[in-house]
């Protein structure tokens, strides 16, 4: 055996999703879960980008100093060192675009590393309408930011802040998923969204034994509506799913003598 081929078969076997051919990637993963890094790899790989995947924060680091990929998404929580001092880190020595991805087990982590300096908050299972816009809107230079607020009603919604304000006031302590429920349901104002479309954007799956959503849909209606005053609910259509809508008398009467804080308030519901 020549040293040449000697050298070849002692290299490292590449992670899933890694290029070969040296150019800098659209996106570096930092995926500990091995199944969730090759099946979003795969579907963003049909999108026509780019991914290098690695497993921990530390590799992370020493990846992006690498490739210099034109985005960064970390899991949260990641080993070894955490989403936020990645992004803390990065934004010193190689600033790049970082989003964070988050489930239920992430939340406090992914809310540190948008303090660090991270743009947005993703659903982990991940879901490639949620990151393409981020990445084709990095890479093209577009105008649309889709890390700008979406306003619904009296709702406001900071994806890059991870803030929900109605009226103006804040809505404290949202969790992550319920955050990114919301959100998805002000893309999608005014129409019906499926349960099963709702389960596949959020949860990745194409079905649910537990009764998960219809939980997340009732805390996320009752911090709107009960906690918030807003005049926006979620009305769930049975048989066909969820809709997000705002009437402009249900959190005030429309009367004779109404202030002018309330007319604006009255109009900021209109549809």
Request: charge should be negative; charged fraction near 20%.
């Amino acid at each position: 055996m020549t040293p040449d081929a000697h050298k070849s078969s002692d290299a490292p076997a590449p992670h899933p999703g890694d290029p070969d051919d040296g150019a800098a990637p659209d996106l570096l993963l930092a995926e500990p879960d091995e199944s969730l890094a090759s099946d979003v790899t795969a579907r963003l790989a049909m999108a026509g980008l780019e991914t290098v995947v690695c497993r921990d924060g530390a590799e992370a680091l020493l990846q992006v100093g690498a490739r210099h990929p034109a985005a960064v998404l970390l899991a949260a929580p990641l080993p070894v060192v955490g989403a936020a001092t990645v992004t803390r880190l990065l934004a010193d020595l190689h600033p790049v675009t970082v989003m964070v991805g988050a489930g239920t087990d992430g939340t406090t982590e992914a809310t540190a590393a948008l303090e660090a300096g991270a743009v947005a908050i993703v659903a982990r299972p991940y879901r490639t309408g949620e990151i393409l816009p981020l990445l084709i809107s990095d890479r093209a230079g577009e105008k649309d930011d889709p890390t700008q607020p979406l306003v619904v009603g009296d709702i406001e919604l900071d994806p890059a802040g991870f803030h929900v304000f109605v009226s103006g006031e804040l809505i404290p302590r949202m969790p992550v998923r319920e955050f990114l429920l919301l959100r998805y349901l002000m893309e999608h104002a005014n129409r019906v969204v499926s349960r099963l479309e709702l389960i596949q954007e959020l949860w990745g799956k194409d079905s649910m034994e537990s009764n998960s959503l219809t939980v997340h849909i009732r805390r996320v209606r009752n911090r709107l509506v009960k906690d918030g005053g807003s005049c926006c609910t979620i009305t769930a259509i049975r048989g066909l799913g969820y809709r997000l809508e705002c009437n402009p008398t249900s959190s005030l009467a429309a009367a004779p003598g109404t202030d002018r804080a309330s007319a604006a308030h009255q109009e900021s519901c209109r549809p």
